[in-house]
């Protein structure tokens, strides 16, 4: 691992290791906070089913990885899902696909019961949304009429958008893209390329096209300090075949990152303009932090661990 990316690893695991009790729904207040509660706890699901892959998972993940297990087997967490109409079946099928191995599936199977065959299908779904729908659906193993990536690639984010002419109307600060698209450029090379365990699928001009774009979203958010999706973007260079500290953008993004990292290991927000202010007391702290401090960690890992044959 790289200075830098060991670095970032080590502070970020770190701090997430010792917040583990904000992560669990079960903890004090949890019920006050449905939705981000129930959104963490995934967060953190994914963040350990992707080092779980590594040739050599981090120790620093043990405790989160016995939290997972213990979640995974208790009613609750899937109830949480059903008090939020408007996620219920993209967090249940999500909690299902990230299911630790060798636990108790009972409340896995209810969850996936429960799911109604018209959420599995593409009918009403954009091309994004149908690459992710796929995504978590095969790795849950469950049944769906989503079509082939192959046949979802030209029109998805990352081949179809394009970058704004600078002054456009993308943003008011220039980015080439709004933030919403940003991030489903992000999610798709994520999907696609099952956050970095597979090769995306994209060849010829269409690479060229995603990887332009990605280094020019990238110089933007070092530009803008906007953390998070510049610690996503460095993940979608390492999917779609770069080396990040090989290429200007991407090293800066390490930097910028580096720079934004506090002596605990958080990264205190999504960007600069929404840090949390150190003084803010704990939980409010947390909710600001954990995915930016989450994201930080996942593709530090990633992307210094040698690449699947």
Same mark, same amino acid.
């Given at each position: 691992m790289s200075a830098p990316l060991e670095r970032l690893a080590a502070g970020a695991l770190g701090w997430l290791g010792g917040n583990l009790d904000?992560?669990?729904?079960?903890?004090?207040?949890a019920r006050s906070a449905t939705h981000g509660?129930?959104?963490? @706890?995934?967060? +953190?699901?994914?963040?350990?089913?992707? =080092?779980? $892959?590594? &040739?050599? /998972?981090?120790?620093?993940?043990?405790g989160a990885g016995a939290l997972v297990r213990t979640l995974?087997?208790?009613?609750?967490?899937?109830?949480?899902?059903?008090?939020?109409?408007?996620?219920?079946?993209?967090?249940?099928?999500?909690?299902?696909?990230?299911?630790?191995d060798g636990i108790d599936d009972t409340q896995v199977r209810a969850t996936l019961s429960r799911l109604d065959?018209?959420?599995?299908?593409?009918?009403?779904?954009?091309?994004?949304?149908?690459?992710?729908?796929?995504?978590?659906?095969?790795k849950a193993g469950v049944r769906h009429t989503v079509e082939?990536? @192959?046949?979802? +690639?030209?029109?998805?984010?990352?081949? =179809?958008? $394009?970058? &704004?002419? /600078?002054?456009g109307p993308a943003s008011q600060d220039g980015?080439?893209?709004?933030?919403?698209?940003?991030?489903?450029?992000?999610?798709?090379?994520?999907?696609?390329?099952?956050f970095g365990r597979t090769a995306p699928?994209?060849?010829?001009?269409?690479?060229?096209?995603?990887?332009?774009?990605?280094?020019?979203?990238?110089?933007?958010?070092?530009?803008?300090?906007?953390?998070d999706l510049a610690a996503e973007l460095v993940l979608t260079q390492f999917i779609l075949g770069s080396e990040p500290l090989e290429t200007p953008a991407g090293a800066a993004a390490v930097e910028c990152l580096l720079r934004a990292q506090r002596p605990d290991g958080s990264v205190?927000?999504?960007?600069?303009a929404l840090a949390a202010h150190p003084s803010a007391p704990g939980a409010e702290f947390f909710g600001k932090a954990y995915h930016t401090t989450l994201v930080t960690a996942l593709m530090a890992l990633v992307v210094s661990s040698p690449r699947p044959s």
């Open positions: 904000h992560f669990d729904p079960l903890s004090a207040g509660k129930a959104k963490a @706890a995934l967060e +953190l699901a994914l963040l350990c089913h992707c =080092a779980a $892959r590594l &040739a050599d /998972p981090p120790e620093a993940l043990d995974w087997q208790d009613p609750y967490l899937p109830g949480l899902f059903a008090d939020l109409p408007r996620y219920a079946s993209t967090y249940g099928l999500i909690y299902a696909a990230l299911a630790p065959p018209a959420f599995l299908s593409p009918r009403g779904k954009s091309p994004y949304q149908r690459i992710e729908l796929r995504h978590y659906a095969d082939p990536y @192959a046949e979802l +690639l030209p029109d998805s984010p990352l081949v =179809a958008f $394009r970058a &704004a002419e /600078p002054g980015a080439p893209l709004t933030g919403p698209q940003a991030y489903a450029v992000t999610h798709t090379a994520f999907y696609l390329g099952d699928g994209l060849h010829g001009e269409a690479l060229a096209h995603a990887r332009d774009l990605v280094d020019r979203l990238l110089r933007h958010c070092v530009g803008h300090d906007r953390w205190p927000g999504r960007s600069a």
